[in-house]
């Protein structure tokens, strides 16, 4: 399977060095930590993140325009915050000409859609200064987190502290020390049905990477991909924002993502090839073709 993790400059293994973000990160702070960057030396006017919505772990977009912003928005959220909608209202309401946006990989296709074809989208594209797209198997409808935790872990949704997938598990770490695991084969059915047209683990489109996929734990694997995410990096890293190892020094390193990325890639194409033959007489349509 041809260049399944994407076109990409440089891949490294990364976590910042700044340790009031690094404390309440997911993994390496990469997201928080560029955009808090990029902020700082007026590469990006603010940045659309997600932040906390009104019920526990169910996000809701916002435009950080602030280092406290950024902090109060960490860790992965296993349910999808439309970051795009707010895209337009950050260049007409808030007046921003250099939008930084995070988002994972099918959101990162909707961006540079936007960007090529700006229908309702007039004076956005060229506003968009930094684009980071994070891996993604597969997440979940907010209801579905919520019977998956509840109902699954027997935790509450407002006792959790963090969520994370790995090592073939999905577990759940509450505030009072507990940490509940459960088989990803149970999660399966709980997955948002659009994730398995998904062809994208890595978020190619992204000007920057990232995901904990293939580094250590506490470090966060990050892909260079565009001209403006190795000019941001670059200069990131020699301000001393992060503290990097090359990927053939690190484990499991990058034979993991090649690994997840090629098995999210043949699942979903043979899901699109199966559901060509659903209902009577005309099957549902694949989106790429």
Same mark, same amino acid.
């Given at each position: 399977m041809?260049?399944?993790l994407?076109?990409?400059?440089?891949?490294?293994?990364?976590?910042?060095?700044?340790?009031?973000?690094?404390r309440?990160?997911q993994d390496?702070?990469?997201?928080t930590a560029?955009?808090?960057?990029?902020?700082?030396?007026?590469i990006?006017?603010?940045?659309?993140?997600?932040?906390?919505?009104?019920l526990? =772990? &169910?996000?809701?977009?916002?435009i950080?325009?602030?280092?406290?912003?950024?902090l109060a928005a960490? &860790?992965?959220?296993?349910?999808?915050?439309p970051?795009?909608?707010?895209?337009?209202?950050?260049?007409?309401?808030y007046g921003l000409?250099r939008?930084?946006?995070?988002?994972?990989?099918?959101?990162?296709?909707?961006?540079?859609?936007?960007?090529l074809?700006?229908v309702?989208?007039?004076?956005?594209p060229?506003?968009?200064a930094?684009?980071?797209?994070?891996?993604?198997m597969?997440?979940?409808p907010?209801?579905?987190?919520?019977?998956l935790?509840?109902d699954h872990t027997?935790?509450?949704?407002?006792?959790v502290?963090?969520?994370?997938?790995?090592?073939?598990?999905?577990?759940?770490?509450?505030?009072r020390?507990?940490?509940?695991?459960?088989p990803?084969?149970?999660t399966?059915?709980y997955?948002q049905?659009?994730c398995h047209?998904c062809?994208?683990?890595?978020?190619?489109?992204?000007d920057?990477?990232?995901g904990s996929?293939?580094s250590?734990?506490g =470090?966060?694997?990050?892909?260079v991909?565009?001209?403006?995410?190795?000019?941001? =990096?670059? &200069?990131?890293?020699?301000?001393? =924002?992060f503290?990097?190892k090359?990927?053939?020094q690190v484990?499991?390193?990058?034979?993991?993502?090649?690994?997840?990325?090629?098995?999210k890639?043949? &699942?979903?194409?043979?899901?699109?090839?199966?559901r060509?033959?659903?209902?009577?007489g005309?099957?549902?349509?694949?989106p790429?073709l």
């Amino acid at each position: 399977m041809a260049n399944i993790l994407g076109n990409y400059k440089q891949v490294i293994s990364a976590r910042t060095t700044d340790r009031e973000i690094l404390r309440g990160s997911q993994d390496g702070g990469i997201v928080t930590a560029l955009f808090a960057y990029a902020l700082e030396n007026n590469i990006i006017d603010g940045a659309i993140v997600a932040g906390a919505g009104d019920l526990p =772990w &169910k996000p809701e977009p916002i435009i950080a325009q602030t280092r406290e912003e950024l902090l109060a928005a960490r &860790k992965t959220k296993y349910t999808l915050s439309p970051n795009l909608q707010l895209l337009k209202e950050a260049t007409r309401s808030y007046g921003l000409d250099r939008i930084g946006i995070v988002g994972t990989p099918c959101q990162m296709q909707a961006v540079r859609k936007a960007q090529l074809y700006p229908v309702g989208m007039r004076d956005v594209p060229d506003k968009i200064a930094l684009a980071i797209g994070i891996f993604c198997m597969e997440n979940f409808p907010y209801q579905s987190l919520v019977q998956l935790v509840e109902d699954h872990t027997n935790q509450k949704m407002e006792a959790v502290k963090k969520m994370e997938i790995g090592k073939g598990k999905f577990s759940v770490y509450t505030e009072r020390g507990a940490l509940a695991q459960i088989p990803l084969k149970v999660t399966h059915k709980y997955e948002q049905p659009g994730c398995h047209v998904c062809l994208d683990y890595v978020a190619n489109l992204g000007d920057i990477s990232t995901g904990s996929v293939g580094s250590p734990d506490g =470090w966060s694997t990050v892909f260079v991909r565009s001209k403006q995410g190795e000019s941001v =990096w670059s &200069k990131a890293v020699a301000a001393g =924002w992060f503290e990097t190892k090359p990927m053939d020094q690190v484990k499991p390193g990058l034979d993991l993502v090649n690994k997840l990325a090629t098995e999210k890639i043949t &699942k979903n194409q043979n899901y699109l090839i199966a559901r060509g033959s659903y209902g009577v007489g005309k099957g549902l349509r694949n989106p790429y073709l």
